[in-house]
């Protein structure tokens, strides 16, 4: 089964703070993503990313970066933290299967409050 | 960015009732998938499809793949009180890795 692992569920950071919440996937899949889920809104995608130091900008990137250096590995960002980020964020990952078509799976979410 | 309509919005129904919901887009996909999200969870892979016509079971899911390629539908037969929760269709366009996503279905059902 596939696995990908968000290392924390929940988090409560002030305004301003540098927040990493970080993501793990164990299937060796090209592509990975982070989403925010908010009432009303539906899934957004931040930023995506379809290899190591590879990444593209989502719908929503601003107020957010990310870094991949590892295949496994994507973290998301945010450099000063608003509460206007308060949200609950999912991580996925997806294998690269071209015109064939890819399924995303998604991690269990962090719970960000910016108090 | 684009999203889905994803209808109903919201159902309530009695246990053992079937359910119908669906996904439409103006835009042609060639995968659409469905997912299940209960309460403070990520959501979870129920079906996937990947051929126009495509029609799969889950146990008691089923969904099929419109032929014109801009629409999908999941149906779960005999509800069970665990079927709870929201429900997302999720397409992705040829040549893109991103998925475009429904609002959701939020099901309750009622024992």
């Known amino acids: 089964d596939v696995k990908v692992t968000q290392s924390s569920r929940y988090l409560v950071k002030r305004t301003g703070e540098k927040v990493f919440l970080e993501c793990v996937q164990d299937m060796d899949h090209e592509n990975m993503f982070w989403y925010r889920q908010d009432p009303g809104l539906g899934l957004r995608l931040i930023y995506f990313?379809?290899?190591?130091?590879?990444?593209e900008k989502g719908d929503i990137p601003e107020g957010y970066s990310v870094s991949r250096e590892k295949k496994e590995r994507f973290s998301l960002i945010l450099e000063s933290a608003s509460t206007n980020q308060t949200s609950m964020y999912l991580c996925a990952s997806s294998e690269d299967r071209g015109v064939l078509g890819n399924t995303i799976y998604f991690g269990e979410g962090s719970w960000l409050t910016v108090v | 960015g684009q999203q889905l309509n994803q209808s109903p919005q919201s159902m309530f129904i009695q246990e053992g009732e079937d359910v119908s919901m669906n996904c439409t887009s103006s835009?042609?996909?060639?995968?659409w998938l469905w997912y299940k999200q209960d309460p403070g969870e990520g959501p979870v892979l129920l079906i996937a499809?990947?051929?126009?016509?495509e029609l799969t079971s889950n146990g008691r899911l089923t969904a099929q793949f419109g032929i014109t390629r801009k629409d999908s539908f999941l149906n779960i037969s005999a509800s069970i009180p665990s079927d709870v929760g929201i429900y997302f269709c999720?397409?992705?366009?040829?040549?893109?890795?991103?998925?475009?996503f429904g609002k959701g279905t939020k099901l309750t059902v009622n024992p």
């Open positions: 835009s042609i996909f060639n995968t």
């Open positions: 999720a397409g992705r366009q040829g040549g893109s890795e991103k998925l475009v």
């Open positions: 990313s379809y290899d190591v130091k590879m990444k």
């Open positions: 499809l990947y051929k126009a016509g």
